[in-house]
C-alpha cells in the first residue's frame, strides 16, 4: 500500500520544530479514532495521586516534548506511519473535581476508540487512568494479559479510605476479572513497603513479579524472550509508568524511588514486546512541575512511540 494513504508527522524541514501543531509527534488531529488503527490519546488528571501532583499536565508536554521525533526508528527499522494510520484524538474531557466521575468519563471515552477497532496510545495522567482503560477492554478482547513496569505494584486495597487512587488500579483489575493474572508481568517494583504482602499479594494471584534489584547491571533482551513465551498471543495491555525508571533518568514524577531501571533497559522492554499482542498501551505519571528541563517528558514521548513500532501491522525491513 502507498505510504501517501497513511498521515505523517509534519517534517523538521517543513515546518521548525519549535513550531506547527502542538500534537503528538505532529501528527494530523482526528475527532475520533474512526478510520484509524492506532491513536495517540490524553487523559489529563492527577487527582489520584497520593504525593506531589502535577500530571495533569503530561500529556500537554510529553506532546511538546514529541516535536523532536521522527517517522523512522532507526534502531530497529520499524516504519509505523508507513504501515497504519495515526493520529492524535485530542484529550479525554476528565472532571477536574471528582475522581470516580473522571473514571467513568475515561471509560467511556475507551468504549468509542475500541468501537473503532483502533489500538489506543495513552499519554498520562496519574495511573488511575489504567483501570477504566482495562474495564473497556475488558469487554472487546476478555481478561488480558498485562506488562506492567513501575516502581510500584499499584496494589493497595484502599487510599484514605479510598478504593479508585492510583495506588491501587491492579488490586480491582484482579477483582474485577479483567486480567489473564498467570500472565501478568510486573517489572521494576522496588523501594520501601508497608508489609512483604505490598510484593507479595500479586506473587499470590499468579502475577511474575520481577523487582528492580533482579534487573540491576544487565540487559533485559532475554526476560523479555521469557515473558514473549509465557503471554504467546493473548491480547496484551502494556502499561507504563515513568517511576519505574531511576530518578536519574526521569525526575519529574510524583513518587520518585532510587534503583530504578535505566533508559535503556525501558527501550530492551518495549522493544521486546514485538511480537506480542498488544492491543493498547499508556504512559502515565509525568509530572511537568517537577521536570524543570523536560527531560522526563521528553523520555515519555519516545517511549510511546516505541510502542507504538511494536504494535501489530507494524512493517519492519524482514516484512517487506
Known amino acids: 500500500m502507498s505510504t501517501d494513504t497513511f498521515n505523517q508527522p509534519l517534517g523538521g524541514n517543513d515546518m521548525p520544530r519549535f513550531a506547527g501543531p502542538a500534537t503528538m509527534m505532529r501528527l494530523p488531529v482526528a475527532e475520533s479514532a474512526e478510520g484509524l488503527d492506532a491513536c495517540f490519546v490524553g487523559v489529563p488528571m492527577d487527582i489520584g495521586t497520593s504525593n506531589r501532583s502535577g500530571t495533569r499536565h503530561g500529556p500537554r508536554q510529553i506532546r511538546a516534548e514529541s516535536c523532536m521525533l521522527r517517522p523512522y526508528n532507526m534502531a530497529t527499522g520499524a516504519a509505523p506511519f508507513d504501515s497504519l494510520q495515526i493520529a492524535d484524538i485530542g484529550d479525554v474531557a476528565t472532571n477536574t473535581f471528582d475522581l470516580k466521575k473522571s473514571v467513568d468519563l475515561i471509560e467511556a471515552a ?124 493473548h491480547p496484551t495491555y502494556l502499561t507504563y509508568d515513568i517511576d519505574s525508571l531511576d530518578p536519574a533518568f526521569a525526575p519529574g514524577t510524583g513518587t520518585v524511588e532510587i534503583g530504578g531501571l535505566t533508559i535503556w533497559q525501558a527501550l530492551e522492554i518495549i522493544r521486546g514486546a514485538r511480537g506480542l499482542n498488544l492491543v493498547g498501551c499508556d504512559l502515565v505519571e509525568v509530572s511537568p512541575p517537577y521536570d524543570p528541563t523536560g527531560n522526563t517528558a521528553l523520555v515519555g514521548a519516545n517511549l510511546l512511540y516505541e510502542m507504538l513500532c511494536v504494535l501489530p501491522g507494524v512493517r519492519y525491513p524482514q516484512s517487506d
Open 110 to 233: 475507551f468504549d468509542g476508540i475500541l468501537a473503532h477497532d483502533c489500538i489506543p496510545l495513552t499519554l498520562g495522567g496519574d495511573h488511575t487512568l489504567t483501570l477504566p482503560i482495562l474495564r473497556a477492554i475488558a469487554k472487546k478482547h476478555g481478561p488480558v494479559a498485562l506488562l506492567h513496569i513501575d516502581a510500584h505494584a499499584d496494589i493497595n486495597d484502599e487510599m484514605f479510605g479510598e478504593k479508585i487512587a492510583h495506588g491501587t488500579p491492579f488490586r480491582r483489575a484482579v477483582e474485577e476479572g479483567l486480567l489473564a493474572c498467570d500472565k501478568v508481568h510486573q517489572i521494576g517494583l522496588r523501594g520501601t513497603g508497608y508489609s512483604p504482602e505490598d510484593f507479595n499479594w500479586p506473587r499470590s494471584q499468579g502475577f511474575t513479579v520481577v523487582p528492580a534489584e533482579a534487573c540491576w547491571h544487565k540487559s533485559l533482551t532475554p526476560l523479555m524472550a521469557e515473558v514473549r513465551e509465557r503471554i504467546g498471543d
